[in-house]
């Protein structure tokens, strides 16, 4: 389960997307869980495209 500001940021990278945009950058901190949620970004474009 992502926190808030994982799903928030996970959300704005999809609108990104959806607008066309195809480069993002995602900035956290040490310890907010980057890893964790680059996996749901990753999980979440594979069901979309798949």
């Known amino acids: 389960m992502e926190r808030y500001y994982q799903q928030r940021a996970i959300r704005a990278i999809g ?7 195809r480069k993002v ?4 901190a040490t310890g907010t869980g980057r890893t964790r949620t ?10 979309a495209t798949g």
């Open 38 to 47: 680059v996996i749901a970004l990753a999980d979440l474009l594979t069901v």
């Open 15 to 21: 609108e990104s997307f959806e607008r066309g945009r």
């Open 25 to 28: 950058l995602l900035v956290m």
